[in-house]
């Protein structure tokens, strides 16, 4: 099984500041990683695949890099409805995905 | 638009079994993988079972194999998920979601859940 490590648990940052999250793999995965974000009380949405593609109508200030074992999302000039909890998930295991345990980022 | 619709979700005892069911619509049902990801209340997102397209190949967790039963009618555009010898770490929302591509792709839609309560 491949094991998804997020760091840290809890991000705090100012509003229009910029956030840095980080996902580690097990064992290399290449570009196959995505992130998602979830608002309390929805559903998880796609946000990145392929490591650093954005899914369709999500803004630009959200990106991602990485591949092999070590990845990033980045949210610049953060707003007020980024301050939930992302996940990133592999899919080069596909269909057995595996999912991080979660960034809390919260407002400072 | 690609619409999950779950259904079946509700309080069952321990030992207990329970169905849910998945109505797909808004895409070519056969041509994708189906999975179930669950999520127990306040903690994190957890994968359970994919089916493949034309439902020949099935797919689990340790936590659950031997337990759930992941099925499709490609007839109906309907998932299902059979839960029996259920435990209360089972409680959780169920999501029926599809992958994006229908291979080695991550996940892009996701139902808005059915809850199940495992408890006596």
């Known amino acids: 099984e491949i094991v998804m490590t997020q760091s840290p648990a809890t991000l705090s940052v100012s509003p229009g500041e910029r956030a840095t999250l980080s996902c580690r793999a097990s064992?290399?995965?290449?570009?196959?990683l995505a992130w998602y974000q979830q608002k309390p009380g929805q559903a998880p949405r796609l946000l990145i695949y392929g490591a650093s593609t954005r899914a369709t109508d999500i803004p630009a200030r959200f990106s991602g890099s990485g591949s092999g074992t070590e990845f990033t999302l980045t949210i610049s000039s953060l707003q007020s409805e980024d301050f939930v909890v992302y996940y990133c998930?592999?899919?080069?295991?596909?269909?057995?995905?595996?999912f991080g345990q979660g960034t809390k980022l919260e407002s400072k | 638009e690609v619409q999950l619709l779950e259904t079946g979700g509700g309080l069952v005892q321990p030992g207990g079994s329970l169905r849910l069911s998945c109505a797909a619509s808004g895409f070519s049902f056969t041509k994708y993988s189906m999975s179930w990801v669950r999520q127990a209340p306040g903690k994190g997102l957890e994968w359970v079972s994919a089916i493949s397209g034309n439902g020949d190949d099935t797919y689990y967790a340790d936590s659950v194999k031997g337990r759930f039963t992941i099925s499709r009618d490609n007839s109906k555009n309907t998932v299902y998920l059979q839960m029996s010898g259920l435990r209360a770490e089972d409680t959780a929302t169920y999501y029926c979601t599809k992958d994006r591509t229908g291979y080695y792709a991550p996940i892009d839609y996701w139902g808005q859940g059915a809850l199940v309560t495992v408890s006596s």
């Open positions: 064992q290399s995965i290449s570009v196959n």
């Open positions: 998930q592999q899919y080069d295991n596909w269909p057995l995905y595996t």
